[in-house]
């Protein structure tokens, strides 16, 4: 278990939030799934509710920032001392900025943007709001991977703008590093290899703790999400990869006692 009140470190995995057409629906489905406790936020919110596990803070859900008809999304953000700077960074080293850095209330400064591979991320500067307050429990946010088909690319860019350093695994049967700053493991990064759709985007891909992959498992289909792939086994756990009812893709991992 993981709790924190202040902000995360710069450069680690400190947020993550959907973005859905239907709010309701979705805090109908995560709510049963995970037990969040789902508070609405104050009308200047937009619509933005809070997850919260335990009286933390764990996710958030709010409308849909893409096109008419884009998918739902979970998006993962990363954390910045200086949402400017950090964007500046981006630019820099090649990859897309989809919304310049903006304050959001009192709560933080936030930016989007795309690595050159094309997958999507949030910048995060904490003020009042500094992230998830808990994390690694099941019900709450235990890893974050960047999926691309650029990996020597993808390394390039994260270590320019947040500079991290990797630890590559050999032997998994795909090019996969995981992400350290100052020897602290924070996510990883996997290569979309030839073996995966060409139809399947380059993303971040958000992981949820259970206690039971195959009850939570169940318990997706019972709510009407889909299975993408059924649980198997890691030595980093029994994993799962899934979509809610309205069609967002997550994974989920018991994680070994």
């Known amino acids: 278990m993981v709790t924190r009140d202040t902000a995360w470190p710069d450069g680690t995995p400190c947020w993550v939030d ?7 629906k979705a805090s109908t489905f995560y709510a049963g799934l995970f037990g969040w406790d789902i508070q609405a936020g104050p009308p200047e919110a937009g619509g933005y509710t809070m997850c919260l596990k335990n009286g933390q803070a764990v996710a958030g859900i709010g409308p849909s920032q893409g096109p008419p008809g884009a998918p739902p999304v979970w998006t993962t953000y990363l954390a910045a001392d200086d949402a400017d700077e950090t964007s500046a960074k981006v630019t820099k080293a090649g990859g897309q900025m989809f919304m310049e850095p903006f304050d959001v209330m009192d709560v933080g400064r936030m930016a989007v943007a795309a690595d050159p591979g094309g997958a999507a991320f949030g910048i995060w500067q904490a003020r009042a709001h500094t992230g998830v307050g808990l994390a690694n429990e099941p ?3 235990c890893w974050n991977e960047n999926h691309t088909r650029d990996f020597d690319g993808n390394k390039a860019f994260y270590q320019a703008v947040f500079g991290y350093e990797f630890g590559d695994i050999e032997g998994a049967g795909i090019r996969y590093a995981t992400l350290k700053l100052d020897g602290r493991e924070v996510g990883g990064i996997m290569e979309l290899d030839s073996s995966i759709p060409a139809e399947v985007p380059a993303h971040w891909e958000t992981y949820f703790g259970v206690t039971d992959a195959d009850a939570a498992v169940a ?12 649980p198997w086994d890691t030595p980093y756990g029994r994993m ?4 809610d009812d309205q069609g967002a893709e997550f994974s989920i991992i018991a994680q070994p006692a």
């Open 219 to 230: 318990a997706v289909s019972a709510a009407g999400g889909a299975v993408i792939r059924p």
């Open 240 to 243: 799962a990869i899934v979509t």
């Open 139 to 141: 019900g709450t946010l």
């Open 18 to 24: 959907l973005g859905v057409d239907d709010i309701g």
